[in-house]
């Protein structure tokens, strides 16, 4: 992902993930610290870090989320932001979802719908489900195998509801034969061969070929069921049939929406949502810095968004309301990377010139420091996700506390044959300052060795057809490109291949920018993807991520951080791996 997510991998394009990806929390009334810290709700700086702030089975009350974003779709087949994704849980259940617990050991997935987890045969191509009894749509109908296939079928049907991720496309039916569910001649409309369905509680999925994250890919909203008699196509955004504890009363898009408890969800089926709030809001507004201080007013629990405290309110939310702050992972890289048919791009020398001449702390600094803009990064794979290294430095970045490495950088300027420097363009999305700002540090250090970098800031609404277009940035000249990512689901293929496999490479909406395409690499995630076992799996990942440092394609900056809100009322807060850093919203209750 990027940071919107669009209609790729997370973030991916459209940003890929989303830079809704990022979490934020609620604030309370101006409580000093002190005061705070022997509060019941507010428990301390980074409480939600790692373990459970607030922990309690208190029902009632209404949970209040405010956001400046809205989601791209409120259809599970369609959204792709990744706050949606974590929302959508209120009323979308899937075969399968994340452990309800903090940090790294939320990325265990648990049955959800299925009464166990996945029978699986055939070398890794079969799997297949039983459903759970007493799993019911909002008007008391049971959820049904074919329910589930028919959801799932949705996303065939991009002419009508594009958008989302298209992963199970990609897998079940990697040759795009069927036409989905609107175009289905079959009499039920569950023509999709790839999914058997032999009865109401059985589900079977054939893959042509084994994936080994076909299950992550299952616990995306994606996969939720939906009603056949209930689906509105391009309309059903705005009124979700639900099937999980919560259904949607009202909603009026960029305003409001709000949520009831759903009487014919029964909780002794569904272990993963606690369902305490009584209610839960959504307030919509436009400036970022005026939820900052409703937040802190205690007008709001959280920032749906979870895009984190603000630079106008972030000294006096980290002085005067400290124990409510959470300051965690985002599961995010940010990062700049070098499109190899861009000259003098396409000599590697060139593009270690770079790497070496970046002045990593002052691009910390431009993201926000360590706390608001994260640890510096010394490669491409994201704490948290297995074969990821964060010791792993093959420039050498953290050994030299981040400082420029001049000497090396004028050194491999002479290898590629311009020993006085180069011209060359950076492009930045001009709706993203923070953005902005890396792009000036990275101009300024460039200097110090004699590359004169231009900064193009393009119209960042217009991302997947200017720097998403391969043509495109050949055109303009964009030799260096600052961009952020957040993987779809936490493994290598997840955050990675959109970034590096060769087969990725798309003429719109790309997110490969250096058109890296080498063999080796794409082979690896071949064999990675078809292992079950995720140690394994991820072993080959690290092997992946370390060519694709050696490749001198990308420039990492920082493992993403955000300074985040959790309001002093709010109950069971934690950060969870599985949802980029986000809080677990499934899971969250208020104290009334």
């Avoid at 296939?149 to 958008?163: C, F, H, L, M, N």
């Avoid at 898009?253 to 606690?274: F, G, Q, V, Y």
């Avoid at 405290?309 to 985002?330: E, P, V, W």
């Avoid at 590697?348 to 431009?366: F, G, N, P």
């Amino acid at each position: 992902m990027t940071t919107h997510r669009t209609s790729k991998r997370r973030l991916a394009a459209g940003t890929a993930v989303v830079l809704a990806a990022m979490l934020t929390a609620t604030a309370c009334g101006g409580n000093d610290t002190k005061k705070d810290e022997g509060k019941a709700g507010a428990s301390g700086f980074n409480a939600g870090i790692g373990k459970v702030s607030n922990a309690s089975d208190k029902k009632g009350g209404e949970l209040k989320f405010v956001a400046t974003q809205e989601a791209d779709s409120w259809d599970p087949q369609r959204g792709y932001y990744g706050f949606m994704w974590d929302f959508a849980r209120y009323y979308t259940r899937q075969l399968v979802s994340f452990k309800p617990a903090p940090g790294g050991e939320s990325t265990e997935l648990v049955p959800d719908l299925a009464a166990g987890k996945a029978e699986i045969s055939d070398g890794g191509k079969t799997y297949k489900y039983t459903l759970k009894d007493n799993v019911s749509w909002e008007d008391g109908s049971p959820v049904t195998a074919q329910d589930i296939k028919y959801g799932i079928e949705r996303t065939w049907a991009q002419d009508v509801i594009s958008g989302g991720p298209v992963y199970l496309m990609q897998v079940l039916d990697p040759k795009t034969e069927y036409k989905g569910p609107y175009k289905d001649e079959s009499a039920d409309k569950l023509g999709l061969k790839a999914i058997e369905t032999p009865d109401a509680k059985t589900i079977i999925f054939k893959l042509p070929q084994p994936n080994g994250d076909f299950e992550q890919m299952l616990a995306m909203p994606a996969a939720s069921p939906v009603k056949q008699d209930k689906d509105t196509a391009a309309k059903y955004g705005l009124k979700p049939f639900s099937n999980g504890p919560y259904k949607i009363d009202s909603y009026e898009p960029n305003k409001s929406m709000k949520l009831s408890r759903n009487d014919k969800w029964k909780p002794e089926s569904d272990t993963i949502r606690k369902a305490l709030p009584d209610s839960i809001s959504v307030t919509f507004m436009a400036n970022a810095d005026d939820m900052d201080k409703r937040l802190m007013n205690g007008e709001f629990d959280l920032d749906l968004n979870a895009t984190g405290i603000g630079q106008a309110a972030r000294a006096t939310a980290l002085k005067d309301h400290k124990a409510n702050l959470d300051n965690g992972q985002t599961g995010f890289i940010r990062y700049a990377v070098f499109p190899q048919t861009v000259a003098p791009f396409d000599n590697i020398e060139c593009r270690k010139a770079v790497i070496y001449a970046a002045d990593h702390k002052s691009l910390q600094t431009a993201r926000g420091g360590p706390q608001a803009g994260g640890d510096i990064a010394p490669n491409m794979l994201p704490l948290g996700i297995k074969g990821s290294d964060g010791k792993y430095d093959p420039y050498e970045v953290l050994k030299n506390d981040g400082k420029p490495n001049v000497e090396k950088a004028k050194e491999a300027l002479k290898a590629c044959g311009k020993p006085e420097g180069f011209k060359t363009t950076i492009a930045v999305r001009n709706n993203k300052p923070v953005e902005v700002a890396t792009a000036v540090s990275l101009q300024n250090a460039l200097k110090q060795v004699g590359i004169d970098a231009q900064v193009d800031q393009f119209d960042g609404a217009q991302t997947s057809g200017i720097i998403g277009s391969p043509k495109v940035v050949k055109e303009k000249g964009y030799g260096i490109i600052i961009m952020g990512w957040g993987a779809d689901f936490p493994t290598g293929q997840g955050f990675s291949q959109p970034l590096v496999d060769g087969r990725f490479i798309l003429q719109s909406g790309n997110n490969n920018f250096s058109e890296l395409n080498d063999p080796a690499i794409n082979g690896l995630f071949d064999q990675a993807i078809a292992e079950t076992d995720p140690a394994k799996a991820g072993d080959i990942y690290k092997q992946m991520n370390q060519k694709v440092s050696e490749a001198a394609v990308y420039l990492p900056f920082v493992y993403d951080k955000t300074i985040t809100w959790r309001s002093t009322r709010l109950t069971n807060a934690y950060t969870s791996d599985a949802y980029n850093g986000r809080y677990d919203y499934a899971s969250l209750g208020v104290l009334k």
